[in-house]
């Protein structure tokens, strides 16, 4: 793990909870979910492809 960069398994929880919370409290759902590289050069940092995954949830169909 580098820098503050957290665990995946840690965000994910962390994204699970809010989703829950937002269900409980009858708020529309939508996740995004985006993944990226970042490469470190001499000058600074680059980007490479950009992945974007968008989820509408239905909060009905939660387990818990």
Excluded: C
């Amino acid at each position: 793990m580098k820098g503050n960069r957290e665990p995946k398994a840690a965000s994910d929880r962390k994204a699970a909870k809010a989703i829950q919370k937002a269900a409980w409290r009858k708020k529309q759902v939508q996740y995004l979910h985006i993944e990226t590289s970042i490469a470190k050069t001499d000058t600074g940092s680059s980007v490479g492809e950009v992945n974007i995954s968008e989820f509408d949830i239905d909060a009905t169909k939660l387990a818990g």
